[in-house]
C-alpha cells in the first residue's frame, strides 16, 4: 500500500529525514513515536506531498509519487490527513466543511456530497451538528469532523499528525474511538501519537523515529515489553 | 458666493464618479495583483512585486502625468483626459488594494491551505473556496480606508482638466477672487464626503462581523 524508500528531506541546511524506509500494508494500522523535532510530521507532510522530499521514494498504492507523470493532487485524495489543529474550514458549516472537497474535487453533485456528508457525520457521531460551524464545536467534535472530512474523498490511506495532543483529556477518547472504528473496517492508517493506550490496542506496528531515522519497530506486545535501543528505551520511560 | 454653491456641488458627482468606478476596477485588478505577488513562480511574482513597489513609492501626481502626458508620446495616441483620469487613479489604487489583499490572505493559517490541499484541492481551489472567502472578511476594513484615500486623492485628476470638485473650486476662486471662500467650502464638501463614506463603511462592516463565524 505504502512504500517509502530512503526519504530524505533538508530544509536549508537542517537534514530532518535522513533515509527513512518503512512499507505498511493495506489495512495495517503504524503508530509512530518519537520525540519532538525528530520529524513525524514531515514524514507524514512528504507521503502526501505537503512538502517535496529531497531523495527517495514514495510509492502509494504502487504509483511513484516522484514519476513526473503523477497528479499530486490525485495521490493526495488517495491519501486523507488529520491535523493536530484540526484545520477545519471557519466560514463554513460543518457539513459544507465536508461535502466541499467531494463536490468542487471529484465534482460529485451538491446532494450527493451532501448526503455523504451527512453518513459520515454519523459515522463519528456528529449527526446533529451538520448546520453549525465549527467554533461552535468542542476540540474533540472538531476533530471528528476532521476525520469525517478526510473519510469524504474516500481515501485508501489515513493520516495521522498528532490527532489528540491539542485536546482536552476528556475529549481524547471521543476521537481514538472513531480511529479504533477506522481501523477495525480495514483502513490503512499511519498514526502520529503518543497515546500508549491507543498503539497498544490498535496498532500492527509501532515504530519509532529519532533525529530523522527509524530507530527500530515492532509489535506493540514486544516493543514495549522488551525495546532493542538504548534510545528507544530512554524516550519510552520518558513517556510511560 | 451662495450662487457658486451649485456650481461646486456639480463637481462633486464627478468626484464620486471617479472615486467609485476606480474603486470597482482597483478592487479586482488588485486581486488579480495580489495573486501574482503571492505566486510560487517567479516570473509571475517579480513583475507584481516591481509594479507594485514603482506605483507606492511615486507620487500619483506624477503618475497621472505619465498617463495623460508620457504614454501618448511613446504609443502616438491622442490622450483623453476622463479615460486617463480613472487609468491613473486605478493603476494607483490598485497596488494599495493588492497589498490590502495579500495582508488578509496571509493572515489566514498555513494550515487551511495544508488542509485544502492535502484533500486533493488545486491551488485555484483551496484559494477560492477556503482562502479568499476568509481573507475578504478581514480586508474590507483596510479598504474602506482605500476608498476614502481615492476619494481625497482623486482632486488630482484636475491638474489634467477634468472638471471635478477640485477643479470647480478653482474655476470659483479665479472668477470670485474669493480663494478662501472657494478652497475652504471645497474642503467642507470633502470633509461632509469622507465623514458620510465613513459612516457607511463602518454600517458595513459591523453588518459583517454581525454575521459571525470569525
Ligand atoms: N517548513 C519548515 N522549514 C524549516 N524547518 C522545518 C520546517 N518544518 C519542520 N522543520 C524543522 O524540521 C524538524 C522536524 O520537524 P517536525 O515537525 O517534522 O518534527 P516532529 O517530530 O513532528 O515534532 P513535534 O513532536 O514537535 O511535532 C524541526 O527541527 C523543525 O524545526
Ligand atoms: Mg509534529
Request: some cysteine; charged content about 20%.
Amino acid at each position: 500500500m505504502v512504500e517509502v524508500k530512503n526519504l530524505h528531506k533538508s530544509f536549508g541546511d537542517l537534514h530532518v529525514l535522513r533515509g527513512i524506509d518503512l512499507e505498511v500494508n493495506k489495512g495495517e494500522v503504524v503508530v509512530v513515536i518519537g520525540p519532538s523535532g525528530s520529524g513525524k510530521s514531515t514524514f507524514l507532510r512528504c507521503i502526501n506531498h505537503l512538502e517535496q522530499p529531497t531523495s527517495g521514494e514514495i510509492h502509494i498504492d504502487c504509483v511513484n509519487l516522484d514519476d513526473g507523470n503523477v497528479n499530486i493532487n490525485l495521490i493526495r485524495q488517495t491519501a486523507g490527513m488529520v491535523f493536530q489543529q484540526f484545520n477545519l474550514f471557519p466560514h463554513l458549516t460543518v457539513l459544507a466543511n465536508i461535502s466541499l472537497a467531494p463536490a468542487k474535487v471529484l465534482n460529485m453533485p451538491v446532494e450527493d456530497a451532501e448526503a455523504l456528508g451527512r453518513e459520515l457525520l454519523r459515522k463519528v457521531g456528529l449527526a446533529d451538528k451538520e448546520a453549525v460551524y465549527p467554533h461552535q464545536l468542542s476540540g474533540g467534535q472538531q476533530q471528528r469532523a476532521a476525520i469525517a472530512r478526510a473519510l469524504a474523498m474516500k481515501p485508501k490511506l489515513m493520516l495521522f499528525d498528532e490527532p489528540t495532543s491539542a485536546l482536552d483529556p476528556e475529549m481524547i477518547g471521543e476521537v481514538l474511538m472513531v480511529m479504533k472504528e477506522l481501523a477495525l473496517e480495514g483502513m490503512t492508517m499511519i498514526v502520529v501519537s503518543h497515546e500508549m493506550g491507543f498503539a497498544r490496542e490498535v496498532a500492527d506496528r509501532v515504530v519509532f523515529m529519532d533525529e530523522g531515522v527509524l530507530v527500530e519497530e515492532g509489535k506493540p506486545s514486544e516493543f514495549f515489553r522488551n525495546p532493542k535501543h538504548e534510545r528507544t528505551r530512554a524516550f519510552l520511560s520518558k513517556i510511560l | 458666493m451662495a450662487r457658486y454653491f451649485p456650481f461646486l456641488v456639480r463637481g462633486v458627482g464627478i468626484t464620486v464618479q471617479f472615486t467609485f468606478i476606480s474603486f470597482l476596477l482597483a478592487v479586482m485588478l488588485g486581486l488579480v495583483i495580489a495573486l501574482g505577488r503571492i505566486s510560487g513562480s517567479r516570473i509571475i511574482r517579480t513583475p507584481c512585486q516591481i509594479y507594485i513597489d514603482f506605483i507606492r513609492g511615486t507620487p500619483l501626481l506624477a503618475q497621472i502625468y505619465l498617463v495623460h502626458f508620457g504614454l501618448p508620446q511613446i504609443f502616438h495616441y491622442r490622450p483623453v483626459g476622463y479615460i486617463d483620469a480613472l487609468v491613473a487613479l486605478t493603476l494607483n489604487s490598485s497596488a494599495y488594494m493588492a497589498e490590502i489583499y495579500r495582508g488578509g490572505i496571509e493572515s489566514i493559517e498555513a494550515g487551511q491551505m495544508e488542509a485544502a490541499r492535502s484533500l486533493g484541492m488545486t491551488y485555484g481551489q483551496a484559494m477560492r473556496y477556503v482562502i479568499l472567502p476568509q481573507a475578504i472578511r478581514r480586508v474590507i476594513p483596510p479598504m474602506g480606508n482605500e476608498f476614502i484615500t481615492l476619494l481625497k486623492e482623486s482632486s488630482l485628476v484636475s491638474v489634467i482638466g477634468m472638471e471635478d470638485l477640485m477643479m470647480r473650486a478653482k474655476m470659483m476662486a479665479g472668477q470670485s477672487f474669493r480663494p478662501f471662500e472657494a478652497y475652504f467650502t471645497t474642503a467642507l464638501i470633502y470633509l461632509v464626503m469622507t465623514i458620510t463614506f465613513s459612516r457607511l463603511l463602518g454600517r458595513v462592516e459591523g453588518r459583517i462581523k454581525g454575521s459571525g463565524r470569525s
